[in-house]
């Protein structure tokens, strides 16, 4: 499997066309995908202040997206167990091109650019072993897919990279599942979930939960400038057990589990959606669209969570301060005001702020 370093290196890419930056496409601060009130489906990009910076349809219901580091292009990817994933350029809501997973592959509707938006790297599903895989594709040669190497688990879900870094993490939730049987999990008693971190195209550390925690499958992320990463968890046990729903990993050290004694954590019937860290980095937010809350945490002295309570609340990002929040029944929560816009938002906010 080449490393980066070998494809930038060794591989004479196309030059990339001129393309429109992120200012010139009205400035959004965040990607969402959402169904419309006629049943369609689209990616919005929205500013800080929640208005629609642009609208861009997609074929069929989105999960997330990646956003190019540099230039108004975003990669919106069909939820699992999608096989396809359209990269958009959202100047003109032109589809660049139609990503497919490989035969036996589905998508796992998340990926993330390498620091230079030279490459891009998908979390997928290797059906048949039930091994997780990265595919890496090479942005300026058109995404052409030029490898892939192990997840470091089963059920990759979310891919992060580290900040500033071109270091990556990702969440195996441990689930495995195969298309034939919906999303059913096929190995409920040896789940064993981890977050990998990637460098240069090998595994270079692997941290798991405790033993009497494997049932929490990790499943979305979010970074902090110093590398801490943070973990939104999914109960796949006895929902009358009450376990935390989040957890940190700091850059060195153990996993903290930043929730582990809140009784709180019951409100959130066992599913945390999604997670961010606010735009200072000092507090960090997981949502419940089950429980129809989201909770704050500080996360140097963590007390009681401060509670949003919002119907189908999914979606949380940071903002350049604070967070902003999406729910599916069109809210969109951010400063200076709300706004509700005639759409259901799907799980998931891209933030496209630096750092």
Same mark, same amino acid.
């Given at each position: 499997?080449?490393?980066?370093?070998h494809?930038?290196?060794?591989?004479?890419?196309?030059?990339?066309?001129?393309?429109?930056?992120?200012?010139?496409?009205?400035?959004?601060?965040?990607?969402?995908?959402?169904?419309?009130?006629?049943?369609?489906?689209a990616?919005?990009?929205?500013?800080?202040?929640?208005?629609?910076?642009f609208?861009?349809?997609?074929?069929?219901?989105?999960?997330?997206?990646a956003a190019?580091p540099?230039?108004?292009?975003?990669?919106?990817?069909?939820?699992?167990?999608?096989?396809f994933?359209?990269?958009i350029d959202?100047?003109?809501?032109?589809?660049?091109r139609?990503?497919?997973s490989?035969?036996?592959?589905?998508?796992?509707?998340?990926?993330?650019?390498?620091?230079?938006?030279?490459?891009?790297?998908?979390?997928?599903?290797?059906?048949?072993?039930?091994?997780?895989?990265?595919g890496?594709w090479?942005?300026g040669?058109?995404?052409?897919?030029i490898?892939?190497?192990?997840?470091?688990?089963? &059920?990759?879900?979310? %891919? +992060? !990279?580290? =900040?500033?870094?071109?270091?990556?993490?990702? $969440?195996?939730? @441990?689930?495995?599942t195969?298309?034939?049987?919906d999303?059913?999990?096929?190995?409920?008693?040896?789940m064993r979930?981890?977050?990998?971190f990637l460098?240069?195209?090998?595994?270079?550390?692997?941290?798991?939960?405790?033993?009497?925690l494997?049932?929490?499958?990790?499943?979305?992320?979010?970074?902090?400038?110093?590398?801490?990463?943070?973990?939104?968890?999914q109960?796949?046990g006895?929902?009358?057990?009450?376990?935390?729903?989040?957890?940190?990993?700091?850059?060195?050290?153990?996993?903290?589990?930043?929730?582990?004694?809140?009784?709180?954590?019951?409100?959130?019937?066992?599913?945390a959606?999604?997670?961010?860290?606010?735009g200072?980095?000092g507090?960090?937010a997981?949502?419940?669209?089950?429980?129809?809350?989201?909770?704050?945490?500080?996360?140097a002295s963590? &007390?009681?969570?401060? %509670? +949003? !309570?919002? =119907?189908?609340?999914?979606?949380?990002?940071? $903002?350049?301060? @604070?967070?902003?929040?999406?729910?599916?029944?069109?809210?969109?929560?951010?400063?200076?005001?709300?706004?509700?816009?005639?759409?259901?938002?799907?799980n998931?906010?891209?933030?496209?702020?630096?750092?």
């Open positions: 499997m080449p490393t980066r370093r494809v930038l290196g060794g591989l004479a890419a196309a030059p990339l066309l001129s393309r429109a930056a992120w200012a010139e496409v009205g400035a959004p601060t965040h990607v969402a995908a959402a169904r419309r009130g006629n049943g369609s489906y990616l919005f990009g929205m500013t800080g202040v929640g208005d629609v910076a609208e861009v349809p997609l074929p069929d219901r989105g999960h997330a997206a190019h540099v230039r108004a292009e975003a990669v919106a990817f069909a939820r699992r167990p999608g096989t994933a359209l990269v959202c100047a003109d809501g032109r589809v660049l139609r990503l497919d490989p035969p036996g592959r589905h998508f796992y509707g998340h990926g993330a650019y390498d620091r230079s938006g030279d490459m891009l790297l998908t979390t997928e599903n290797d059906y048949e072993s039930g091994e997780g895989r990265i890496i090479d942005v040669a058109g995404y052409l897919r490898g892939e190497v192990p997840s470091g688990g089963i &059920g990759p879900h979310e %891919i +992060l !990279r580290l =900040p500033g870094t071109d270091r990556f993490v990702v $969440a195996n939730g @441990g689930l495995r195969h298309p034939d049987s999303r059913e999990v096929l190995n409920p008693d040896t979930p981890n977050l990998s460098s240069d195209g090998s595994t270079d550390r692997v941290v798991e939960l405790e033993p009497a494997r049932r929490n499958s990790i499943r979305h992320l979010a970074a902090r400038r110093d590398g801490t990463v943070a973990a939104a968890l109960w796949q006895d929902l009358s057990e009450v376990v935390p729903l989040l957890a940190l990993m700091p850059s060195e050290g153990p996993v903290r589990l930043l929730a582990d004694a809140d009784p709180g954590q019951a409100e959130l019937q066992g599913y959606g999604s997670v961010a860290f606010d200072a980095g507090r960090v997981i949502t419940s669209p089950r429980g129809g809350l989201a909770q704050i945490w500080e996360v963590p &007390g009681e969570p401060q %509670i +949003l !309570r919002r =119907p189908d609340i999914c979606g949380v990002a940071r $903002a350049a301060e @604070g967070f902003v929040f999406s729910d599916g029944g069109g809210g969109w929560l951010t400063a200076p005001a709300p706004q509700v816009h005639p759409v259901a938002w799907d998931h906010i891209v933030s496209l702020l630096a750092g």
